[in-house]
């Protein structure tokens, strides 16, 4: 008799229909088991058992049961790989169906051919007690500014999770949610390489190439970079993190952070400015919480005056912020 509702279930209905092949797959691996005493029965004396096995030491029993079950198996093989297929897909439905058990803040997402990245209430499925935060694109990308610890890493992966959860699963940790017929590539906290020999950099750089290769055969049109190019100095890293960005966001939309408030002057015409900063009202200094817009906070410098730095040294850092500030405006008039 079909359980209730196990009709709307096409995987379920495929189990029932091929147990006739799973009873053909048994019958021909049968004798294989009896061979390896798999399949003895519990009361057979010590003698028999200890008959079994020294005949099984004497001609390597199970390593030929071994062999032939090899042999067997492929044979049967086809009989059982459709079974395997349905059991692989109700066990991924039970672990989803789960998993949004556990998590009913959720929404289905509407999936549009334009670009589009509209994401409210986001949260991260990841963080116990997550700040929601709410971004839209459209036809745009995000430059995201803000110094360690602000929040900037955790809210590009935010935006990337219910991304791949819309297109792959159909549910996105968010209260509504629009996305991109499109896969997502990511650069997120690369690492040195001892066993390859490459550098940071020299990894990076082979992922950005991938990026604008994909970019421009229209294989991928969302990519989530985090903190581009900080493995190598100042003046080389704001020059090729703005000729890239300009590249990329020609043929794709992209999340990316940064500690280089620099790029906001540089690249304001092309994309959305967003940044994190520094709460004073909130214990741990940040409140995690997007703003649209340009940042002057200088977050990294105010966070030494609270902890107790001192003020010669707090004015000094401030004092060539400015002076650099000055310099990157000038160029990109």
């Excluded at 029932?16 to 399949?39: F, I």
């Excluded at 009361?43 to 390597?60: H, V």
Aim: charged share 25%; hydrophobic share 45%.
């Amino acid at each position: 008799m079909d359980e209730p509702g196990s009709s709307a279930i096409p995987e379920l209905a495929r189990l029932r229909e091929e147990g006739p092949r799973r009873g053909a797959a048994r019958l021909a691996l049968g004798p294989l088991s009896v061979l390896t005493g798999s399949n003895l029965p519990a009361g057979l004396n010590e003698l028999a058992q200890s008959l079994y096995l020294w005949f099984n030491i004497a001609f390597l029993l199970e390593l030929v049961v071994y062999v032939r079950t090899i042999d067997r198996f492929l044979e049967i093989r086809l009989l059982l790989q459709s079974t395997f297929d349905a059991v692989g897909a109700v066990d991924a439905a039970v672990a989803v169906a789960s998993y949004l058990e556990l998590h009913p803040d959720h929404c289905r997402p509407a999936v549009a051919d334009e670009r589009v990245i509209d994401i409210q209430g986001g949260r991260h499925p990841l963080i116990a007690e997550p700040v929601e935060n709410s971004i839209r694109l459209e036809g745009r990308s995000a430059l995201i500014a803000g110094s360690n610890m602000a929040g900037k890493t955790t809210f590009i992966k935010m935006v990337a999770i219910n991304l791949i959860f819309g297109r792959t699963l159909g549910f996105c940790f968010a209260s509504k949610a629009a996305i991109p017929r499109s896969s997502v590539m990511a650069s997120i906290r690369g690492e040195h390489s001892v066993a390859s020999g490459k550098s940071h950099y020299f990894a990076e750089v082979e992922a950005i190439h991938a990026f604008i290769e994909s970019a421009r055969r229209g294989d991928c049109a969302v990519f989530v970079i985090d903190e581009l190019f900080r493995g190598t100095n100042t003046v080389e890293r704001l020059a090729i993190a703005r000729a890239v960005l300009e590249s990329l966001c020609e043929n794709a939309q992209l999340l990316v952070t940064t500690h280089d408030v620099e790029l906001q002057a540089l690249l304001a015409g092309r994309y959305d400015l967003y940044h994190f900063q520094e709460d004073p009202d909130v214990e741990g200094f940040f409140d995690y919480r997007l703003r649209a817009g340009a940042t002057r906070a200088r977050n990294a410098i105010r966070l030494l005056e609270r902890m107790a730095f001192q003020d010669d040294v707090v004015a000094r850092a401030m004092s060539y912020a400015a002076a650099t500030d000055e310099d990157v405006a000038a160029e990109a008039q």
